[in-house]
């Protein structure tokens, strides 16, 4: 599973935690999640999230 992390404000999109207060479940994937999906902290979109190099 793989991290995702906000360019603007930090916020880390986990896919093994998902999102469930915007409806996105655990383990689910970054390329499943809708484009629509926005950041729920600042609001950016999908497209400004950069993927975490472990």
């Known amino acids: 599973m793989r991290r995702y ?4 404000c930090s ?3 986990d ?3 998902g999102d469930p ?3 996105i479940a655990p383990g689910t994937r970054w390329d499943d999640i809708p484009d629509g999906w926005m950041c729920p902290e600042c ?3 999908k497209s ?3 993927l ?3």
């Open 48 to 50: 400004d999230y950069d």
């Open 52 to 54: 975490i190099e472990d």
């Open 21 to 23: 207060d915007s409806g």
């Open 5 to 8: 992390q906000c360019r603007f």
């Open 43 to 45: 609001g950016a979109e």
């Open 15 to 17: 896919e093994n935690l």
């Open 11 to 13: 916020h880390v999109y």
